[in-house]
């Protein structure tokens, strides 16, 4: 297979592009609007890619706030690279750096996690005994992996006996990647697919199996490899036109496709996994599988009552409104991230354009006028294909395709260019983002 070394001259040859787009990402934040003077409590729950961004663009933008974030996780990650980490494309270190290497002067960090959110009196308090009381509330915690729903596993399984889980972490994705180096080394039959919940980046699952494909390929095992791809329901992709176009290219490559089958759990001494259909459990023995978990919103939010009563019921995403991102009960409270309870947008690149959005309607709220900013489901799924070749496939709320180039990139065409969009510049950018410049 191609190593990174193998990889390293083409990359050089396109940095100018990479570069330019980390530029380009930047340059939306180089017009600051004016600063709005107040002695507003803001807090913010989370310091993931949302949190910490809207520290970032609120520190810029307000003048005499106070804004406290609340986060027990010393370590930042960048999750758009575990993929990358659990095809053998980098290491660990790629996606790890420091909560507080992010965070703007001015802002108070409490490192620890909220233990309790009280909307009607508007205070957090964290597992450290400490209390934060708000005027406004960004929601940025993401979401919670409910390993514990998939009988038979548990972490430590990770890299051993076959078994991978790239979403756990960063070092999961780095043991991962041994487990699939192994498999694509000896053959077999190995197991893909997704939970039936809302998940973060949904198209992953199909990454990852697009690359265990590729590296079997290249190390010439392609024939000693079998690989079953789980869909939750009957289509690979939500969008149609996307679903169409990953069935066509699971045709060709010899990717098997089993719908409606949720992973339910797993025997790893024995490497068999249980998945629920619609006609009862099936069980598949395995040499390899990729395991990812159903995903929900954290117990502290579902708790303080921010969840939607009628729908997603089991997973908590929190009540807004899908162009405001401002929660329906509570209006200073507001969304960013993957705990929204909207259609769309569980991917970093959907938090970038919560961002302004939750900002234009919260500076507002400080002025006594409405803000006018909305959010219409942008999401965007680099969607790799093989080593070098990805479709870079954005689309809104109503599953239209919304092309960032026009004429330039191809949706539907696996590309090189969209692949340098993910490999190469989309990390510049999202960094820009953490920064509060994109």
Known sequence: MASRLDLAASRRGFLGLAAGGAALAASGGAVRAERVRTAARIAILGAGAGGTAMANRLANRLDGATITIIDGRQQHWYQPG?????????????????????????????????????????????????VVNYDYLIVATGLSLDWDAIEGFSLDQVGQNGVSAHYAGPEYAELSWRELDRFTDRGGVGLFGRPETEMKCAGAPLKITFLAEDIARRKGNRERVQIVYNAQNQALFGLPIVHHKVRQLFDERGIEKRYAHVLKGIDAQRKVATYATPDGEVRTDYDFINVIPPQRAPQVIREAGLSWGDRWLDQGWIEVDRETLRHLRYPEIFGVGDILGVPKGKTAASAKWHQPVVEDHLVAEIQGREGTATFNGYTSCPMITRIGRAMLIEFDYDDNLTPSFPGIIAPLEELWISWLMKEIALKPTYNAMLRGLA
């Open 82 to 130: 575990f993929t990358l980490i659990a095809a053998g494309l980098k290491s660990a270190r790629y996606a790890i750096s420091r909560t507080d290497d992010w965070l703007p002067e001015g802002v108070t960090w409490i490192p620890e996690h909220a233990a309790g959110l009280d909307p009607e009196t508007r205070r957090i308090t964290t597992t450290g005994g400490q």
